[in-house]
């Protein structure tokens, strides 16, 4: 008997929507691009701030949108543009997000103040949703942040948020970080009846 034709691949029983948010350069384009199943859909322009001229040419100026299957949960990345003068775009992408990843460039001059200003931008957001800190271009010669100083900023400010090491050119690592927020989600009493509510997406 050939069992074979038999086998399927798990299909994706439930959804849930993140956010990827973070400064200009940390990699979250990067990101959903490394990790999606799909073609991503993004919204690339020249960029015109100096800041967003650091890494690359172009940067965001809407969002992303990538799709990833984490057993059997279909997840819908939306990436927002780090960029300051789009950064509204976060505001109308979150709703219905169920979980953050906060993408940090660790070869900014001061990343925990760029930690901060997105911790503080989002905080309504995070008293109720759970969030993963992702530092990115830890491997740049010329990064001097350690993880220890963003775990002693979070427990000072009271941030109760997981924090990773992250190359977002690698898929692999990528998915890591997301499986991770997935976790944390489902993780969280009370989660269902926020998607019953209106927060579940197909
Ligand atoms: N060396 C190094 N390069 C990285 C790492 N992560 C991402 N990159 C590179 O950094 C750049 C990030 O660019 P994007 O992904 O466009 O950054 P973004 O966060 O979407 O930027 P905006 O849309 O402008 O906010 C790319 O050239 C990546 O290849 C890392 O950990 N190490
Ligand atoms: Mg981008």
Not at 108 to 133: C, M, N, S, W
Not at 170 to 197: A, M, N, T, W
């Amino acid at each position: 008997m050939n069992y074979s034709t038999n086998v399927q691949r798990p299909s994706a029983n439930d959804a849930l929507k993140i956010l990827i948010v973070g400064n200009v350069g940390s990699g979250k384009t990067t990101a959903i691009s490394a990790v999606s199943e799909i073609q991503v859909v993004k919204s690339e322009a020249k960029a015109t701030e100096q800041d967003a001229l650091y890494r690359k040419d172009t940067t965001t100026v809407a969002m992303d949108y990538g799709v990833v299957n984490i057993d059997t949960t279909k997840v819908h990345i939306y990436g927002t543009p780090g960029q300051r003068r789009f950064e509204f775009m976060a505001e109308i992408v979150s709703k219905g997000a169920a979980g953050m990843i906060v993408m940090i460039d660790n070869g900014y001059p001061e990343p925990l103040t760029e930690v901060d200003y997105f911790l503080q931008r989002h905080h309504g957001y995070l008293k109720k949703h759970p969030a993963i800190i992702a530092i990115t271009h830890y491997d740049d010669n010329n990064t001097e942040t350690n993880l220890i100083e963003y775990h002693g900023y979070l427990r000072k400010n009271g941030f109760p948020c997981a924090i990773m090491r992250l190359d977002a050119r690698d898929k692999h690592q990528v998915r890591r970080v997301i499986e991770k927020l997935c976790h944390e989600i489902k993780k969280r009493p009370g989660l269902d009846k926020e998607l019953s509510r209106g927060e579940k997406v197909s």
